[in-house]
């Protein structure tokens, strides 16, 4: 059981870990260093890929981990937890952002080049900010969604 404890626990710190590095490391810094706001934007867009898979694997990892710690430890598997629900929402949001807004946000940078020479009142551009508008509600959200299965995977780890 253990070591069901730890892939559970390694997986959300994992996760969380990410987001909190992303959000507060790797952003502002690509655009404080980088010398062109595009470049920065290339590996922000890279490495918020990257962080999506690891919140991918790490979801699947913590759910199949839960559910078999439930099951061996009550008898039931409690697939309605809160904890599962919790990490069902935040695989998700972490998917709708992966294969839906970043794929857009990543062809109308292709399609455009700079983002920033395109004039602001142009619909692709207008598409683009709103794109990344809600890429980063959606990563805030799951940011706030792990905060919360933290808490109660501790709770239940008593």
């Excluded at 507060?24 to 920065?40: C, E, G, I």
């Excluded at 399609?111 to 509600?137: C, K, M, Y």
């Amino acid at each position: 059981m253990a070591i069901l404890r730890y892939l559970m626990l390694l997986s959300l710190v994992c996760w969380l870990g990410g987001l909190i590095f992303f959000s507060f490391v790797v952003a502002p810094t690509a655009f404080a260093v980088l010398p062109t706001r595009h470049m920065a934007g290339a590996v922000v867009a890279r490495s918020l890929g990257a962080l999506h898979w690891i919140g991918i694997i790490s979801g699947i990892v913590f759910l199949i981990t839960s559910l078999i710690y439930a099951r061996m430890n009550t008898g039931n598997a409690h697939p309605l937890a809160a904890r599962h629900i919790l990490i069902f929402f935040m695989l998700v949001l972490t998917c709708v952002s992966q294969f839906g807004i970043s794929s857009k946000m990543h062809a109308i940078r292709t399609a455009v080049g700079e983002i920033d020479n395109v004039p602001v009142d142009n619909p692709q551009r207008i598409e683009f900010s709103a794109l990344h508008v809600w890429s980063t509600r959606l990563e805030g959200s799951v940011f706030l969604l792990a905060l919360i299965v933290a808490y109660l995977t501790s709770q239940q780890m008593k």
